[in-house]
């Protein structure tokens, strides 16, 4: 069995019933066909299609330490997994 040091893929959702907030947050990292990687960000309402974002890194380490970087962001805004 492999541990998952590393993860490529984190999922948050912020649900506040009493103010009527219900959010999702998706990170994950993936290579593209050139050898680079890319963090995609997704957010947005739970139930809806969101927003999507792509920002693109030179090594596979830059970006997972961007993603654990935003989690811990978006962690500390009260964003939960």
């Not at 999922?11 to 994950?28: G, M, P, Q, T």
């Not at 995609?40 to 330490?65: M, P, T």
Request: net charge positive; hydrophobic share 35%.
């Amino acid at each position: 069995m492999q541990l998952n040091l590393f993860p490529t893929d984190v999922h948050l959702r912020c649900i506040d019933e009493a103010n009527n907030k219900r959010r999702f947050y998706v990170l994950s990292v993936q290579p593209t066909l050139f050898g680079d990687w890319v963090l995609v960000r997704e957010w947005g309402r739970i139930g809806r299609s969101g927003r999507r974002r792509h920002d693109h890194y030179q090594s596979a380490g830059s970006a997972l330490d961007a993603l654990q970087e935003l989690a811990r962001q978006k962690c500390r805004r009260g964003t939960r997994p």
